[in-house]
């Protein structure tokens, strides 16, 4: 009995780190496998490192992947034309690399921004922005993320990146943000 | 003898059109309703006189005089005369009708006339003031006030609302405050000033976001909008008082609208997955949904008889401006011209709407009147003007502007004329919210 439980703690600990492995290049693949099946008990400590975010010198290959992946989710921001919410073919594509990594780590809940330049009245601007971020989030769950794990707000035209009075700035803002609460 | 014929007929002609303004004087409106800002009525107001039993100095005299001159003169229906152009000796000047010469002020255009006799004894005032119609040589309002010094500008705005009560018989907006939005703390918090700029204080001190600030109709609540909890939630505070309810559903909870006289608002919520306009109770339970159309409605301002709301809804494509009757549910598109029309505000008169259009990268405020639908432009090539909002008589409108730069609270005329600045914060200050008029605290 206590093998079996042994034997299901080990897979448990496996399956993910497999998938993470195989989002990461190609090239780093065969080294990390062979690390995580000759020791097991190192897996939680990979997936607490992660979470801290810390780079040393010492920080493995898989590592770095992973956290340039988490890094690429949070910083790959999608944008919208003037008074629209739709997305456009590059925004899918973001979205489609996101949807991957919310897959990837399917423990993780995220809070999708919906910003707006702004031209345009602020309460306008407030329904809008929740229109982007509702439809961000419609295309994550269409591609099978489940709809409890993200979470919408919108911020209308109030905290914009670029402060700037210019139809650079303005696009900047029109945006949607996905950020780990 | 045809002569003669052609001369009575012009005299005939000629004499009533003599006697004809003396018939109209009697009869005349002192202002013109429809547009009471084409022609102001030149008025003049001395430096008050002391009264007999004391001996108030010239500062405070001339303090009082000065208050109740700015205080007329924000209403916008009056041409203060100057001063240096009084006939009379400027000190003690008589006070009541016998004494008074009304041939000096007639004969230097003024149409009315305001006197002020004050008692100043230690940090008590008694205060006598008159109005006068100058023509008819005729008291038309006299009032006298006492009280502690701090009083003093109470006492005047008093005064001034049975002035503007005689004249248009409306108490006008003395009692009236604007709530807005200023940044000076390093955040959205909202601010309440007086209808004139005077004394503006911090409401909100929450160092979130803060937007959308509105009146209840006894002046007793402020509903909002607030970042607090990290998502936009109504909140309804007390302005004395600890009493506050918060409308925290899913989704957005936006820009709140108190129905006219009742403890009941409308307000933008989304957590049926649509942006609707539900009725809600003062103390945030929802009583019905007044839209149905998918798509986002927001924005509501209410018909003074509160039988209808304007919004702004995006259901043909952009957004514009729709008036709902709440009775018979029909909806009817208000605004036609340009692809961008929002913050739509009812006139507390019922007849007209002011709102906000993007043009070519520019906000600026228009007035439409419900029955023509024809819209005017009231600001023009003075960057941008947004947010307008109705004084309670419906006589002016506050903007923001931000046609100095940084933006700020303006003042215009219904017609769109006399634009000003109401006061001058640190930060920016926007989205004023003009107060009902609460008859004498």
Redesign the interface.
Known sequence: MRKNLWIGLVMLFLIPVFLFTVSCAQQEVKDTAEETTTEPEKAPEETATEATKEVTPDTSAEERAIMAARNMFLSEDVYFEF?KSTLDSMSQDILSRKADWMRDNSDVVVSVEGHCDE??????N???G??RAESVKSFLVDLGIDAYRIS????GE?RPVDTGHNEEAWAKNRRAHCLIP | MRKYFIKTICLAIFLPLLIMPGLCWADYDYIDIKNPFLRKIPIAIPVFSSLPDSKTKKPALKKASDLLSETLEFTGYFKMLDRGAFLINPDNAPLITPKINFNNWVSIGAELLITGGLSKKKNTIVMELRLFDTFKGKRLVGKKYEGPLGDLRQMIRRFCSEVIYHLTGNRGIFNSKIAFISTGSGNKEIYICDFDGYSPKQFTNNKSINLFPAWSSDLKYIAYTSYLKGKPDIYIKQLKGKHSSVIAQKGINLAPAWVPGRFELAATLSFSGDQEIYLLTGTGKIIKRLTRKWGSDVSPTWSPDGKKIAFVSNRAGSPQIYIKDINSRQVERLTFNGQYNTQPNWSPRGDKIVYCALEKGRNNIFVVDIKSRQPIQLTFDSGDNESPSWSPDGSLIAFSSTREGPSRIYIMTAFGTDQRRLLFLRGEQTNPKWSPNVNNE
């Not at chain 1, 031209?119 to 306008?124: C, M, S």
């Open positions: 008074d031209r345009g009245t602020n309460e306008y407030l329904a809008l929740e229109r919408t707000v919108s911020y109030e």
